[in-house]
């Protein structure tokens, strides 16, 4: 069995519609996959009520907890491994990672960020969008590697930016896209990838 680990800070919702197409889809079935544990850096993130009540493991880490960003990501990595991931999802974990963190991870770890990379890296994405002018923006899958945001593109979603548009609008118009694109990134990595062996 392939074994997904989501990592996420918040609400949540791109985890929970990766849950959902892999029930609805069949991964399991389809795809020999699953999503074998969710992990939070926060305790009060959201999205760990939905995962518990999907019947999925999750684990939370404060990174607050630890004397640096190394230790906490290597406390984050031991915890990752014991799924033996084939795939390990950021969707919405708002930490910088450390290089040996993405290293150890090379190819099997994938992010989703609110713009049309490579317009727009970082934060405060949907404003620096609407300041700039732009016409479209949107959202984009794609593999994580130590440059903030950088990385093969798997997948994009085009937004129109309209206009009033506020940032909080347009954040919401993309994430409605959001749940679409992620999960079949996944579905699609998924499909492509070699199994790796583990105890599931
Ligand atoms: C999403 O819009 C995601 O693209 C963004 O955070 C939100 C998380 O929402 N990620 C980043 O900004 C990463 N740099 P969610 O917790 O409901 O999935």
Not at 27 to 49: I, M, Y
Not at 135 to 145: E, L, P
Request: aromatic share 6%; hydrophobic share 50%; proline share 4%.
């Amino acid at each position: 069995m392939k074994n997904i680990v989501i990592l996420i800070s918040g609400s949540g919702s791109n985890m929970a519609a990766i849950v959902r197409a892999a029930e609805q889809g069949r991964w399991a079935e389809r795809l020999n996959a699953r999503v074998a544990a969710v992990l939070s850096n926060r305790t009060d993130a959201q999205g760990l009520d939905f995962a518990k009540d999907h019947g999925i493991p999750t684990t939370v880490l404060d990174h607050k907890a630890f004397a640096s960003r190394e230790d906490f990501d290597a406390a984050l990595m031991a915890e990752i491994d014991q799924h033996a991931p084939a795939l390990v999802v950021l969707a919405g974990f708002m930490r910088i990672l450390t290089p040996g963190f993405v290293a150890h991870y090379a190819g099997r770890l994938l992010n989703i960020h609110p713009s049309l990379l490579p317009a727009f890296p970082g934060l405060n994405t949907h404003q620096r969008a609407i300041d700039a002018g732009c016409k479209f923006a949107g959202a984009t899958v794609h593999q994580v590697t130590s440059e903030l945001d950088h990385g093969a593109i798997l997948a994009q979603a085009v937004v129109p930016v309209l206009a009033g548009d506020t940032a909080d609008t347009l954040a919401a118009r993309v994430l409605t896209q959001e749940h679409l694109i992620y999960p079949q990134a996944v579905a699609g990595y998924l499909a492509q990838s070699p199994m790796r062996s583990n105890r599931g």
